[in-house]
């Protein structure tokens, strides 16, 4: 459904700058986080979450790199820590997604 009401509210600078705060940390735009708020969700922030998928997605193209030259014959003898690192790496991620999905974070 197209958004085309606006709507304007009164803060004061500190309730500003707690909802700005809030807003800057889950990573969404002011109208997005009254939404999810209206909307009965519990609106949380958990620092870190975005950062850790981001950091464990260039770990996993590291070791798709580490992969390949295995594969090339460029290493030897790390095949089996290769493949249990990136199914360790796999499933924290499968963990951190599944944490987001169970607290609102508003993304």
């Known amino acids: 459904m197209k958004k085309s009401v606006m709507y304007s509210v009164r803060l004061t600078p500190l309730e500003y700058e707690a909802l700005k705060s809030k ?3 889950s990573g969404v735009e002011v109208s997005e986080f ?3 708020a209206m909307k009965g969700k519990n609106v949380s922030v958990i620092e870190g979450i975005p950062e850790m998928i981001v950091a464990l997605n260039r770990i996993g193209n590291n070791i798709n790199q ?3 030259a295995f594969n090339y014959g460029l290493l030897s003898g790390a095949k089996a820590d290769i493949k249990r690192a990136a199914l360790d790496i796999a499933e924290m991620k499968k963990e951190l997604f ?3 999905r169970k607290v609102d974070i508003c993304q």
Request: with cysteine.
């Open 66 to 68: 580490i992969a390949k």
């Open 98 to 100: 599944r944490i987001s």
């Open 34 to 36: 009254v939404r999810s």
């Open 23 to 25: 807003c800057e940390k």
